[in-house]
């Protein structure tokens, strides 16, 4: 298509001034041309529709219609009349009026072309008119229209109620028959009034009803101008007075308790404020009750007399008038309708099922008319308000009646806003004591992690270090926690450190990263030494994984502690030891020599009693040889000083010979030697010995009045286990576990220990480890023990 | 009847060592420090024993000076010491022997013997 036609030209501009939107949409509803009229109604640019889908301008609701017109236009159809909502930018919706065709080039259809008009004033226009009667017939005032001369041309059902009359009988009347005789000269001053096109508004005055009752009303009387300007007649709305005024000081008391209910959030306070403004002007009593799902209590009972007021208050305890399932009140709530009693008659009160007593206090209280209103938010009664009049010329009606239901929902809505605001007090005083004690809590282990002496730190599950503490920072050569976790690597950089047995130690490997693996309460004893100052430190870095609720490791804690001290102290104590034997070991080795000498003095006389006794004093005398040898090895396993030679050997053959030499020293048991294998392990023979001697002599030792001990070899796995039974005196569960500590010793069925320093088994377990191996003890109280150890075969 | 020397700073250890030497027919002459040039000149020993630690004197330094001296190298040479761990050391320092204490007098004699017998 040549746009450039001038035929094209004209209808183009033709298009740019039409009133109505033309418009063009390719076959995949993309806007491709929209008019100037475009913009005008929808507030649109078109830039801002052109080759965007003409789908998301249409209101969800209308599409299904416009996607129907659209397909049925493409296939050839033309479309006509269809009314669409149309989004405007504003975000309103325009009512549209549509015709389509298809667009054709070269005889095919190549999408549509359309006109759109915007209706939504026209169907305005309509609508107001439908709206307009509605109003008229159902107004609570009463609207009159009159012809220029006066005579009624329509009445309304207000008017109808105002004034008893019916429609039909007053239309085509003068109207003057509502206006009283004697008031007759007003007519002509509202006729000039109005035909100056003057508007009267909230002018007061009285008309008659057809009872021939005079009643006050409120009228706005207007003119009604015809299409050429000219009055042609006048409308009036009349009101009653009397509602009016009572209106006007019920809006003014709606305010008040509007201000009341929503000056305090304590309900008790302002519904006790609220019910003191109603007496005595609206009425003589009022009582307000609120209740729950169980009970319904009373608030306040106002009345203009405190002494009245007790009596009643006395009144309601002796009869729980409130929990009275058949009063008016409990009604009301349960049922959430007001209740209205205009006139209470004596009659009334005689025909109801109250008690003698209660009519008697009835009539005393002279209760003339009586409104119960819900106490309402939303659909929720939370209460009762009642008003009683006893005075013989105020009777409540309807206009009462609403003003006493606005006074419901505003309290209301006022109670539930204090019960919404009590319990969210309640719940923000809850939190922010949970949250004190938490700050107060957390203060407190800040404080005790920041002041402990131990150094902490936190690691998150990659090993970053998330958390340390002073003594933390200060034991790695930082001068704050904050240069730590700057740079957490620095460290290992000015410290040389070694472990236990004075190699190298690898930083990379700490305890906790090992916990991170997966490791269970990894620890190591780690030496520091600073490479500027030379100061040595040990210090026992533990690790502990902290798992989340799945189990899976979240962070480790490590704690390091500086055991230099302890260190010292346990060196210091090892070498007390070391040199304290060996200072021993030089008087017993003389006195042993004389004892020897003493021996060859007396060879002669083997069976003298002196003979005797340098026998026993020479046997103690081995026995404290081997104690002294026992703490020599303790000192020196302690220190690391324990040298372990490494050579294949038999097993059978050491077992064999140890039980030989054995043999040789006891006469009270058989050592018994079941299933020998020969295997090969690798280690210190002298050193399993040993063990040997040691599990044999205990078995001995720890069964006095029994007669034998079993050794026995078993092949293991990729282990020789050699076990020791003996059926002596046998022990604990706890016992057997704790069996290999150091200094621990069994005690008989009297509590008495056994000789020896308890450290036999102590270093037997140092030995078998050092081998790589186990050992480890079952036992049974009173039936005896096994001792095994096993070995990793060579 | 073969001669030794016996040096040690304890007292005790050198009155029972020279009872229980003289009782297997040895002549014994005791020292309690290193100062023993005389008695090596005048008495002639056939063996030397050495404690290893002596009241301010290492027995290992007269080892030494014992064993590079022509008139002594030859001499045999006991040394003694309740440090296990010195056995190494002693031979170290040219000890033909070592014994640690406190000692069975039977393995004491028995090395004594063995060792005037070469």
């Known amino acids: 298509m040549n746009n450039d036609l001038p035929g094209d030209a004209r209808y183009k501009t033709i298009v740019e001034l039409a009133p109505d939107v033309v418009y063009t949409i390719s076959k995949s509803g993309n806007f491709t041309s929209l008019s100037s009229a475009f913009e005008k109604i929808t507030g649109w640019k078109r830039k801002e529709w052109i080759g965007k889908n003409f789908a998301q301008i249409v209101h969800p609701a209308d599409l299904p219609k416009a996607l129907i017109n659209f397909s049925k236009t493409l296939r050839g159809e033309s479309r006509s009349y269809y009314r669409l909502r149309i989004r405007s930018k504003k975000g309103n919706y ?57 005579n009624i041309v329509s009445w309304n059902k207000a008017a109808e109620n105002l004034f008893g009359y019916k429609a039909p009988e007053v239309i085509g009347k003068h109207f003057s028959f509502l206006v009283p005789k004697d008031n007759k000269d007003e007519l002509k001053k509202i006729s000039q009034m109005l035909k100056k096109g003057k508007l009267l508004e909230d002018y007061e005055t009285v008309r008659v009803t057809k009872e021939g009752k005079v009643i006050d009303i409120i009228a706005k009387i207007s003119p009604i101008v015809g299409d050429d300007g000219q009055v042609i007649g006048t409308s009036v709305f009349d009101r009653d007075n009397t509602y009016r005024r009572k209106d006007k000081e019920y809006d003014d008391y709606l305010v008040k308790a509007n201000k009341i209910l929503f000056s305090s959030l304590s309900f008790g306070v302002t519904l006790r404020k609220l019910a003191k403004i109603m007496v005595p002007e609206v009425a003589d009593w009022c009582s307000i009750h609120i209740g729950d799902s169980h009970t319904l209590s009373s608030v306040v009972i106002a009345h203009e007399d405190p002494d009245m007021i007790k009596w009643a208050e006395g009144l309601q305890k002796k009869f729980g008038s409130a929990d009275d399932k058949k009063s008016s009140t409990y009604r009301v709530f349960k049922t959430g309708k007001s209740e209205l009693y205009k006139k209470i008659t004596d009659k009334l009160i005689v025909n109801s099922d109250a008690s003698e007593e209660q009519i008697r206090l009835i009539k005393k209280l002279n209760i003339r008319s009586v409104i119960s209103v819900p106490i309402k938010c939303g659909k929720k009664i939370l209460g009762v308000i009642s008003l009683v009049s006893s005075q013989d010329n105020r009777y409540f009606d309807e206009s009462d009646l609403k003003f006493a239901q606005e006074l419901g929902n505003m309290a209301g809505q006022a109670v539930e806003n204090a019960k919404l605001y009590h319990m969210a007090k309640l719940e923000i005083d809850k939190r922010k004591k949970i949250e004190n004690e938490l700050r107060s809590s957390r203060d407190q282990l ?88 030379g100061e040595k430190r040990w210090s026992i870095v533990k690790a502990r994984a902290i798992k989340d609720n799945s189990e899976k490791i979240s962070a480790v804690v490590n704690i390091i502690s500086d055991i230099t001290q302890s260190k010292e102290l346990e060196r210091k104590k090892d070498d007390f030891i070391s040199i304290a034997s060996h200072e021993l070991k030089t008087p017993i080795t003389s006195i042993k020599g004389f004892m020897h000498l003493l021996k060859q003095e007396h060879k002669d006389y083997q069976n003298s009693r002196s003979a005797m006794f340098i026998n026993r004093v020479d046997a103690q005398l081995d026995k404290l040889m081997e104690l002294i040898e026992d703490l020599l090895n303790l000192s020196k396993l302690q220190t690391g000083k324990l040298s372990y030679k490494s050579e294949p050997f038999d097993i059978s053959e050491l077992v064999t010979e140890v039980i030989g030499d054995l043999r040789q020293t006891t006469n009270t048991h058989k050592i018994h030697l079941r299933n020998k294998i020969s295997r090969k392990i690798n280690g210190d023979r002298d050193r399993i010995s040993q063990v040997l001697i040691n599990l044999i002599s205990n078995a001995i030792k720890y069964s006095p009045n029994r007669d034998k001990v079993v050794v026995s070899m078993k092949n293991g796995n990729e282990n020789i286990l050699v076990s020791v039974k003996d059926y002596g005196i046998g022990m604990d569960k706890d016992e057997a576990e704790k069996i290999f500590d150091r200094f621990y010793r069994v005690k008989d069925v009297n509590d008495k220990t056994f000789p020896g320093l308890g450290i036999g088994l102590y270093i037997s377990k140092e030995i078998i480890q050092r081998h790589n191996g186990e050992i480890w003890a079952t036992s049974q109280k009173k039936k005896g023990s096994v001792f095994q150890f096993a070995l990793p075969i060579y | 009847m073969k001669k030794i020397l016996a040096i040690d700073d304890d007292e005790a250890i050198l009155e029972v060592v020279k009872f229980i030497l003289e009782e297997n027919d040895y002549e014994v002459r005791t020292s309690e420090n290193g100062r023993i040039s005389g008695i090596l000149d005048e008495f002639e020993p056939d063996m030397i024993l050495l404690d290893v630690l002596l009241s301010g004197e290492d027995g290992r330094d007269i080892a030494r000076r014992l064993k590079s001296d022509k008139k002594t190298k030859n001499i045999p040479l006991v040394m003694i010491s309740a440090h296990p761990s010195a056995n190494v050391s002693a031979k170290a320092a040219g000890a033909d022997e070592f014994i640690a204490k406190p000692f069975e007098i039977d393995h004491f004699l028995e090395v004594v013997d063995k060792r005037l017998r070469h």
Do not use: C
């Open chain 1, 94 to 150: 325009i009512l549209g009026e549509f015709k389509s065709a298809p667009e054709m080039e070269n005889g095919k259809i190549v999408g549509v072309i359309g006109i759109g008009r915007d209706i939504t004033n026209e169907l305005k226009k309509h609508e107001e008119l439908v709206h307009y009667k509605n109003l008229v017939q159902s107004s609570d005032s009463a609207i009159i229209s009159r012809d220029i001369e006066g």
């Open chain 1, 446 to 533: 800040g404080a005790i992690l920041e002041n402990t002496a131990d150094g902490i730190t936190l690691q998150d599950s990659l090993g970053k270090l998330v958390y340390a503490n002073r003594a933390a920072a200060l034991a790695s050569g930082y001068k704050s926690v904050r240069q730590m976790l700057k740079n957490p690597k620095k460290w290992s950089e000015a410290y040389e450190v070694k472990d236990e047995n004075d190699n190298p130690y690898d930083t990379s490997n700490l305890p906790g990263r090992r916990a991170l693996t997966g490791e269970h309460n990894p620890q190591d004893a780690i030496f520091f030494i600073n490479k500027k100052t």
